[in-house]
């Protein structure tokens, strides 16, 4: 995606990479890294996804795992009290076989000012992915419409104004289906 990192948003289906997959149990770090891992890919030249670096919180007792041949570094994030460590797995280069759709958002907006945060709103370049079998099919550029679908909500009220706002197809499926995180 022309060298610029993106997050993750949300996805449509199951999928993802998760260190289950590995035999690897993650533990609970913090509010913020509530799942005890994070996950970052990448889309090489023939569009296939990625799975770029994988870091995960375990028991330090824990039996070092493989990610696709790499051992993990063992980071200084290790916490004695809780009996924990982090483990970064650096370039597996392993592809992943997901089939679904993929949001995407780059360079969060600070100062954005709404009372109901749509999926993507916070981004200046929100992204859609569809994916099958690990690879690319499509890109889509949905940052202006997610824009247009903000401003709706800029001053309003998420619970009257959903009553009375139509909302685009490609921004619907976002805002209520089951979506994993």
């Not at 005890?36 to 994988?54: E, M, R, W």
Request: charged share 30%; glycine share 6%.
């Amino acid at each position: 995606m022309n060298q610029k990192e993106f997050d993750i948003i949300k996805t449509t289906k199951e999928g993802l990479v998760k260190p289950q997959d590995f035999g690897i149990k993650p533990k609970y770090c913090s509010s913020i890294l509530m799942r005890g891992y994070v996950t970052s890919y990448k889309i090489d030249s023939d569009l296939n996804l990625i799975l770029n670096n994988f870091c995960v919180n375990v028991n330090m007792n824990d039996d070092i795992k493989f990610v696709n041949g790499i051992p993990p570094h063992i980071s200084s994030k290790t916490d004695i009290k809780s009996g924990t460590t982090f483990r970064e797995y650096r370039d597996p280069n392993l592809p992943v076989e997901y089939s679904g759709y993929i949001l995407i958002g780059h360079k969060i907006i600070k100062l954005l000012d709404t009372k109901y945060r749509l999926y993507g709103a916070d981004y200046e370049e929100v992204i859609e992915l569809s994916v099958k079998k690990g690879k690319v099919i499509s890109i889509n550029n949905l940052s202006e419409k997610m824009l247009q679908h903000k401003m709706k909500f800029k001053d309003g009220d998420w619970e009257l104004d959903i009553q009375n706002t139509t909302f685009d197809n490609e921004i619907l499926k976002w805002l209520f289906k089951d979506i994993e995180f």
